[in-house]
């Protein structure tokens, strides 16, 4: 049985004082919620002060993106040997967002999960077609490209994907459940295709738009994982009742 997973990924959202009050209200709405695994990903401005104040508490604690040097002439870059130095545990790799805005390869986001597994990151890999993609009928032929080339030569060890049907990211349009486990079991036989029967294992998130509203229904699919949650993240106690909706 794959333990729930939970990530509220804030993007460009809160400042130091605003993350340590959500952390503040957040952390006792779910202190006794031990059947699911919480993750928070602050901005990298706010990182420190939250590992702080979730030290010793179920939440755990990713950065938003990570670089895949360990130092340099990287002006404006961030290393996974700092990450984990400020407390994280978990890294998101290759959001939708860095993959349009910044034109973040397959390529580079393999060094880059290469580069966190080295200093014992637990990443949260991303992958999604967008609303062209999809209409064109071209959804698996696209996740085939982004997971085979994106995890070549990876472990399973330590790795989480996250499925983000681009067309649902912040649009407040959501895959109905039948797409959303089309899609997941679709993903678990490619990953069946790298890992063999450690796929099963593997744990993957909905990561397009999960709300209180849609998260027990998302959460019924067999190969719905958990959720890397956007917008509803925001508020401790929209996300609180996502965490505690996540474990059905």
């Given amino acids: ?14 400042t130091v004082p ?6 503040d209200g957040f952390i006792p709405l779910v202190k006794n919620v031990n059947d ?30 990570v670089f895949y040097e360990d130092k340099g002439a990287y002006t404006g870059e961030v290393s996974p040997a ?9 890294v998101i790799i290759g959001h939708s967002e860095r993959r349009q805005y910044f034109q973040e390869t397959d390529e580079t986001l393999n060094k880059k999960i290469k580069a966190s597994r080295a200093h014992n990151l637990k990443v949260i890999f991303c992958i999604g077609e967008s609303l062209d993609e999809r209409e064109a009928g071209h959804t698996f032929d696209v996740l085939k490209r982004e997971i085979t080339e994106g ?16 067309w649902a990211i912040g649009t407040g349009r959501t895959a109905t459940p039948e797409q959303a486990q089309e899609t997941h079991k679709f993903i678990r036989g490619l990953l069946a295709t790298l890992y063999g029967g450690a796929s099963e294992e593997l744990r993957i998130l909905y990561g397009g738009s999960m709300t209180p509203d849609n998260v027990a229904t998302l959460m019924a699919c067999p190969d719905v994982d958990g959720g890397l949650v956007g917008g509803a993240s925001l508020k401790a106690e929209s996300f609180a009742v996502i965490v505690k909706l996540g474990k059905t």
Avoid: H
């Fill in 18 to 23: 605003e993350t340590l009050a959500f952390l």
């Fill in 82 to 90: 700092m990450l984990a130095d400020v407390g994280c545990e978990y």
């Fill in 151 to 166: 995890l070549k030569d990876i472990p399973s060890e330590g790795l989480i994907v996250a499925y983000e049907p681009i």
């Fill in 36 to 65: 699911v695994d919480i993750v928070v990903a602050p901005p990298f401005t706010s990182l420190y002060a939250a590992s702080s104040t979730a030290k010793g508490s179920n939440v755990k604690l990713a950065a938003q993106d």
């Fill in 1 to 14: 049985m794959r333990k729930p997973f939970i990530a509220a990924n804030w993007k460009l959202n809160k």
